[in-house]
Nanobody, 127 residues
Framework: QVQLVESGGGLVQAGESLRLSCAAS????????MAWFRQAPGKEREFVSAISSDGRFLYYADSVKGRFAVSSVNTMNTLVYLQMNDLKPEDTAVYYCAATQTQSRAMQRNELAYEYWGQGTRVTVSS
């Protein structure tokens, strides 16, 4: 059983920073890639960032490029971070961690590429 657990969300003011964490566990968990998505109130879930299993390849949505940074603690992506700087009210959303154990699906923007999902952590940015 693979589990992804996000943490680190909260309420901040515009311009401040937050760091989200995604802790992955599971006896057979060997991801080819991890990703962050977010869903704002009344909107569809959207891609934020992705990281390859070895941490060498990073991918960002244009809306967060230059402000957010994804990283992993080890090559197995068992702990992945999303550092969010210069937060804006439009970053307000529930943030989800996702993972795929299929090599061809890694680094995809499409949420359907990911088999495993966390429960989400809420980020609220006030103006």
């Amino acid at each position: 059983q693979v589990q992804l657990v996000e943490s680190g969300g909260g309420l901040v003011q515009a311009g401040e920073s937050l760091r989200l964490s995604c802790a992955a566990s599971g006896r057979t968990f060997s991801p080819y890639g991890m990703a962050w998505f977010r869903q704002a109130p009344g909107k569809e879930r959207e891609f934020v960032s992705a990281i390859s299993s070895d941490g060498r390849f990073l991918y960002y949505a244009d809306s967060v490029k230059g402000r957010f940074a994804v990283s992993s603690v080890n090559t197995m992506n068992t702990l992945v971070y999303l550092q969010m700087n210069d937060l804006k009210p439009e970053d307000t959303a529930v943030y989800y961690c996702a993972a795929t154990q299929t090599q061809s699906r890694a680094m995809q923007r499409n949420e359907l590429a990911y088999e495993y999902w966390g429960q989400g952590t809420r980020v609220t940015v006030s103006s």
